[in-house]
């Protein structure tokens, strides 16, 4: 079965600060890459997503995920934090689970917080 | 609709009443998933439908949970007997079809606790 590591648990940065989230993964065979981010008070929205190709990915509001095969790992980056990216953000995997879904499994969770 | 629709949005139950949760998908998509987060943990698979059919529910964590996908558009995840450990976020989501490389949409997720 997959897994997701998340190495930090919560981040302080001060605007305009760069940023980067750790994410490991464990899992052999091909899998599809994902950053999801909730803001306070809202629903999970997709950052970013790797399927294949380029390993750095764009991804929304300036955010870059870099996909490192050999490290089974998926950073998240961002040059310039704002005080708006206060969130939490889940790196998450997704790989057939051979029971007929494609469900997604999660880290548990950076919360970043910014300072102004 | 917009986006994915859960109601309630909060309930809060005695233990060992039975609860019902609705998910209302994004119109069109034909999987649907629940996912339970506990507080400070990340999202955790639970069940799968694709249309009205249950294809994986390996992840219910006993036989008080059930889930129905009737005509294959809305969902509902029903709990009986709940008990505190229980408690918890059920996140719904959906995509538009049945494959890895499918986006899946969230909604706000219910709230629940069990008193």
């Known amino acids: 079965a997959q897994s997701v590591s998340q190495h930090n648990h919560h981040v302080i940065l001060s605007e305009a600060a760069s940023l980067e989230l750790g994410c490991n993964y464990s899992y052999g065979g091909t899998v599809n890459l994902f950053w999801y981010v909730q803001y306070p008070g809202q629903h999970l929205q997709l950052l970013l997503k790797?399927?294949?190709?380029?390993?750095l990915v764009k991804g929304i509001k300036g955010f870059e995920a870099e996909f490192i095969k050999s490290k089974f790992s998926f950073n998240l980056r961002k040059p310039s934090v704002q005080w708006s990216d206060t969130a939490e953000y889940f790196c998450?995997?997704?790989?057939?689970?051979?029971?007929?879904?494609?469900?997604?499994?999660f880290g548990k969770g950076t919360k970043l917080s910014v300072i102004p | 609709g917009a986006g994915v629709s859960q109601s309630p949005r909060y309930k809060v139950a005695k233990r060992g009443q039975d609860v019902a949760l609705r998910c209302d998908p994004i119109?069109?998509?034909?999987?649907l998933f629940w996912y339970q987060q506990a507080l400070g943990q990340g999202p955790e698979f639970l069940t799968y439908f694709q249309n009205e059919a249950q294809l994986d529910k390996s992840g219910l964590p006993s036989d008080r949970f059930f889930a129905e996908r009737p005509e294959g558009s809305v969902s509902t995840l029903k709990i009986q007997r709940t008990q505190q450990e229980d408690s918890a976020v059920y996140l719904c989501?959906?995509?538009?079809?049945?494959?890895?490389?499918?986006?899946?949409?969230f909604g706000a997720g219910t709230r629940l606790s069990v008193l």
């Open positions: 989501a959906s995509s538009l079809e049945g494959e890895a490389r499918s986006i899946q949409y």
């Open positions: 998450a995997v997704n790989a057939y689970s051979g029971a007929g879904s494609y469900q997604l499994t």
């Open positions: 119109s069109g998509h034909v999987s």
């Open positions: 790797y399927f294949s190709g380029d390993p």
